[in-house]
């Protein structure tokens, strides 16, 4: 039973160009969670997915960001037009459905860092 | 809104030293979820527990204890006898019923294990 699968572990991008961050939830994991972990800092929530559904955005950044989780296949974190900002470890969780809201720990994938140069 | 506070940024103990970890959290919410997390310098998220804000009883799990208490908003983490496989973030995070199941993070404490 494989946990959370991202990739890449390591992306290095150049200023301008577009990055993308692929996560495989649990199986029979429907809710998935990005997180972004800046240098010398916590996690902080970036956006809440169910299948083919945006639940909670409320923490991805206006421009530039955007995320989905499709019927198939897995949820994509898309970074356009990268800067030395976004350099960072993104983490993406998983949990089943069904459950209380705030009951479960959420299942973590071993995160993608991504560079920009 | 939610909020953890790890106030010890960095914590340097010598081996089977015990080590106590701060959490401090804010919450307008009656039902709440605490939960510690372990980042190796691998940098993985290893979960170690989670305990319910209608569940103040401490909990032991090896050399790992926990100290809920609902009068000072604090969930402590102490690791006894530690070992230099304890070294790590360790990071505090709560979830309120009505939030989704959104994690917010303190910001972590780094434990370095001198043998």
Known sequence: ?117 | AQKVTQAQTEISVVEKEDVTLDCVYETRDTTYYLFWYKQPPSGELVFLIRRNSFDEQNEISGRYSWNFQKSTSSFNFTITASQVVDSAVYFCALSEARGNNRLAFGKGNQVVVIP
């Open chain 1, 1 to 117: 039973n494989a946990g959370v699968m991202q990739n890449p572990r390591h992306l290095v991008r150049r200023r301008g160009q577009e990055a993308r961050l692929r996560c495989s939830p649990m199986k029979g994991h429907s809710h998935v969670y990005w997180y972004r972990q800046l240098p010398e800092e916590g996690l902080k929530f970036m956006v809440y997915l169910q299948k083919e559904n945006i639940i909670d955005e409320s923490g991805m950044p206006k421009e530039r960001f955007s995320a989905e989780f499709p019927k198939e296949g897995p949820s994509i974190l898309r970074i356009q037009q990268v800067v030395r900002g976004d350099s960072a470890a993104y983490f993406c969780a998983s949990s089943p459905p069904g459950v209380l809201t705030g009951s479960t720990e959420a299942f973590f994938g071993q995160g993608t860092r991504l560079t920009v140069v």
